[in-house]
Protein backbone atom coordinates (compact mmCIF):
# COMPACT_ATOMS: atom_id res chain seq x y z
CA UNK A 1 0.00 0.00 0.00
CA UNK A 2 1.01 3.34 -1.06
CA UNK A 3 0.00 6.47 0.84
CA UNK A 4 0.55 10.05 0.16
CA UNK A 5 -0.77 12.75 2.50
CA UNK A 6 -1.13 16.29 1.68
CA UNK A 7 -1.01 19.57 3.59
CA UNK A 8 -0.53 22.89 2.19
CA UNK A 9 3.33 23.88 2.69
CA UNK A 10 4.60 20.21 3.64
CA UNK A 11 6.45 21.27 6.32
CA UNK A 12 3.81 20.69 9.44
CA UNK A 13 0.96 18.10 9.42
CA UNK A 14 1.46 15.95 6.49
CA UNK A 15 5.86 15.90 7.20
CA UNK A 16 4.26 14.59 10.80
CA UNK A 17 1.67 11.92 9.07
CA UNK A 18 4.34 10.64 7.08
CA UNK A 19 7.27 9.99 10.11
CA UNK A 20 4.44 8.96 12.32
CA UNK A 21 2.98 6.65 10.14
CA UNK A 22 6.09 4.49 8.61
CA UNK A 23 7.34 4.25 12.26
CA UNK A 24 3.52 3.24 13.32
CA UNK A 25 2.98 0.54 10.81
CA UNK A 26 7.01 -0.75 10.95
CA UNK A 27 6.12 -1.11 14.50
CA UNK A 28 3.06 -2.96 13.69
CA UNK A 29 4.38 -5.15 10.69
CA UNK A 30 2.65 -3.82 8.31
CA UNK A 31 3.91 -2.63 4.74
CA UNK A 32 2.95 0.76 3.87
CA UNK A 33 5.37 2.93 1.46
CA UNK A 34 3.98 6.29 2.79
CA UNK A 35 5.45 9.77 1.22
CA UNK A 36 4.07 13.68 1.77
CA UNK A 37 3.39 17.06 -0.46
CA UNK A 38 1.71 20.03 -0.56
CA UNK A 39 -0.97 21.30 -2.55
CA UNK A 40 1.22 25.31 -2.61
CA UNK A 41 4.45 23.72 -1.27
CA UNK A 42 8.05 24.69 -2.29
CA UNK A 43 10.40 21.91 -3.10
CA UNK A 44 12.83 21.30 -0.43
CA UNK A 45 11.73 23.15 2.37
CA UNK A 46 12.32 21.82 5.38
CA UNK A 47 10.00 20.87 8.15
CA UNK A 48 9.24 23.35 11.15
CA UNK A 49 11.51 23.28 13.95
CA UNK A 50 8.58 22.13 16.22
CA UNK A 51 7.40 19.29 14.08
CA UNK A 52 10.89 17.93 13.63
CA UNK A 53 11.15 18.02 17.44
CA UNK A 54 7.43 16.58 18.01
CA UNK A 55 8.84 13.12 15.65
CA UNK A 56 12.10 13.56 17.52
CA UNK A 57 10.50 13.41 20.39
CA UNK A 58 8.70 10.13 19.25
CA UNK A 59 12.28 7.86 18.14
CA UNK A 60 11.36 10.08 14.17
CA UNK A 61 14.78 11.04 12.40
CA UNK A 62 13.41 10.91 8.99
CA UNK A 63 14.49 13.86 6.85
CA UNK A 64 11.79 14.50 5.49
CA UNK A 65 11.60 17.92 3.26
CA UNK A 66 8.57 19.45 1.63
CA UNK A 67 7.80 18.03 -2.00
CA UNK A 68 4.72 20.11 -4.26
CA UNK A 69 1.85 17.73 -4.94
CA UNK A 70 2.26 16.72 -8.54
CA UNK A 71 1.13 14.09 -11.09
CA UNK A 72 4.15 11.84 -10.26
CA UNK A 73 2.95 11.59 -6.50
CA UNK A 74 -0.69 10.92 -7.20
CA UNK A 75 -0.20 8.06 -9.75
CA UNK A 76 2.09 6.78 -7.37
CA UNK A 77 -0.10 6.68 -4.32
CA UNK A 78 -2.69 3.90 -3.57
CA UNK A 79 -4.29 5.91 -1.01
CA UNK A 80 -4.19 9.99 -0.74
CA UNK A 81 -4.97 10.95 2.56
CA UNK A 82 -5.17 15.39 2.72
CA UNK A 83 -5.23 16.84 6.26
CA UNK A 84 -8.37 18.73 5.71
CA UNK A 85 -11.73 18.88 3.51
CA UNK A 86 -10.03 21.55 1.79
CA UNK A 87 -6.80 19.85 1.11
CA UNK A 88 -8.99 17.45 -0.27
CA UNK A 89 -11.25 19.19 -2.99
CA UNK A 90 -8.02 20.86 -3.82
CA UNK A 91 -6.46 17.86 -4.77
CA UNK A 92 -9.63 16.50 -6.76
CA UNK A 93 -9.77 19.69 -8.88
CA UNK A 94 -6.27 19.34 -9.99
CA UNK A 95 -6.54 15.94 -10.16
CA UNK A 96 -9.74 14.97 -11.07
CA UNK A 97 -8.86 11.37 -12.24
CA UNK A 98 -7.89 10.80 -8.46
CA UNK A 99 -11.59 11.44 -7.26
CA UNK A 100 -11.86 7.86 -5.63
CA UNK A 101 -8.86 7.37 -3.89
CA UNK A 102 -8.57 10.87 -1.89
CA UNK A 103 -10.50 11.02 1.57
CA UNK A 104 -9.55 13.50 4.24
CA UNK A 105 -7.87 11.32 7.23
CA UNK A 106 -10.05 11.79 9.62
CA UNK A 107 -12.81 11.22 6.95
CA UNK A 108 -10.97 7.97 5.84
CA UNK A 109 -10.69 6.26 9.30
CA UNK A 110 -14.48 7.17 10.59
CA UNK A 111 -16.11 3.63 11.84
CA UNK A 112 -19.49 5.45 13.36
CA UNK A 113 -21.71 3.77 11.60
CA UNK A 114 -24.51 6.73 11.48
CA UNK A 115 -22.15 8.86 10.26
CA UNK A 116 -20.84 6.03 7.55
CA UNK A 117 -24.76 6.18 6.55
CA UNK A 118 -24.86 9.87 6.29
CA UNK A 119 -21.59 9.98 3.95
CA UNK A 120 -23.28 7.06 2.04
CA UNK A 121 -26.65 8.87 1.82
CA UNK A 122 -24.55 12.07 0.82
CA UNK A 123 -22.38 11.02 -1.70
CA UNK A 124 -25.22 9.29 -3.96
CA UNK A 125 -27.26 12.18 -3.29
CA UNK A 126 -24.72 14.57 -4.94
CA UNK A 127 -24.08 11.95 -7.36
CA UNK A 128 -27.48 12.12 -8.73
CA UNK A 129 -27.82 16.34 -8.47
CA UNK A 130 -24.54 16.09 -10.56
CA UNK A 131 -25.87 13.85 -13.43
CA UNK A 132 -29.32 15.31 -13.65
CA UNK A 133 -27.17 18.98 -13.79
CA UNK A 134 -25.21 17.14 -16.86
CA UNK A 135 -28.36 16.10 -18.27
CA UNK A 136 -29.63 19.23 -18.26
CA UNK A 137 -32.61 17.80 -16.11
CA UNK A 138 -34.34 20.18 -13.79
CA UNK A 139 -33.08 20.92 -10.26
CA UNK A 140 -34.35 18.01 -7.42
CA UNK A 141 -35.16 20.92 -4.85
CA UNK A 142 -35.69 17.81 -2.10
CA UNK A 143 -32.60 16.07 -2.97
CA UNK A 144 -30.84 19.55 -2.61
CA UNK A 145 -32.46 20.31 1.37
CA UNK A 146 -31.39 16.61 1.92
CA UNK A 147 -28.09 17.18 1.13
CA UNK A 148 -27.90 20.69 3.07
CA UNK A 149 -29.28 18.63 5.96
CA UNK A 150 -27.06 15.76 6.05
CA UNK A 151 -23.53 18.14 5.53
CA UNK A 152 -25.00 19.88 8.20
CA UNK A 153 -24.83 17.14 10.75
CA UNK A 154 -21.39 15.34 9.12
CA UNK A 155 -18.75 16.05 11.36
CA UNK A 156 -15.62 18.11 10.42
CA UNK A 157 -12.38 15.81 9.21
CA UNK A 158 -10.10 18.58 9.25
CA UNK A 159 -6.42 18.19 11.52
CA UNK A 160 -5.58 21.35 12.77
CA UNK A 161 -3.56 23.88 11.71
CA UNK A 162 -0.59 24.32 13.95
CA UNK A 163 1.55 26.73 11.88
CA UNK A 164 3.00 29.47 13.26
CA UNK A 165 1.68 28.13 16.73
CA UNK A 166 3.62 26.86 20.50
CA UNK A 167 5.33 23.52 20.76
CA UNK A 168 2.39 22.95 22.88
CA UNK A 169 -0.04 23.75 19.31
CA UNK A 170 2.09 21.17 17.59
CA UNK A 171 1.84 18.22 20.47
CA UNK A 172 -2.09 18.95 20.27
CA UNK A 173 -1.68 18.57 16.56
CA UNK A 174 0.29 15.87 16.39
CA UNK A 175 -1.65 13.79 19.17
CA UNK A 176 -4.94 14.58 16.53
CA UNK A 177 -2.62 12.98 13.87
CA UNK A 178 -1.58 10.12 16.03
CA UNK A 179 -5.26 9.14 16.99
CA UNK A 180 -6.15 9.25 13.37
CA UNK A 181 -3.56 7.31 12.60
CA UNK A 182 -4.44 4.72 14.66
CA UNK A 183 -7.37 3.94 13.39
CA UNK A 184 -6.18 3.79 10.07
CA UNK A 185 -3.37 1.01 10.79
CA UNK A 186 -6.10 -0.97 12.46
CA UNK A 187 -8.59 -0.65 9.30
CA UNK A 188 -5.17 -1.52 7.04
CA UNK A 189 -4.58 -4.28 9.70
CA UNK A 190 -7.95 -5.49 9.03
CA UNK A 191 -7.54 -5.52 5.08
CA UNK A 192 -4.61 -7.26 5.30
CA UNK A 193 -5.58 -10.08 7.11
CA UNK A 194 -9.26 -10.13 5.19
CA UNK A 195 -6.67 -10.85 2.01
Known amino acids: MRILFVCTGNTCRSPMAEGM ?20 ALEGTSMSLFAEAVLKDQGIKDNITSTPLGGEL ?54 D ?13 AKIRRINEIARRLPIYDISDPFGGSREIYDRTATEIREALGKLLDKLDRADNDN
Do not use: C, M
Open 74 to 127: VSWADLILTLTESHKRQVIYSFPQTADKVYSLKEYVEDNESVLADQEELQQLIA
Open 21 to 40: LRKLARERGLRVEVRSAGVA
Open 129 to 141: VELDRALGNPQNE
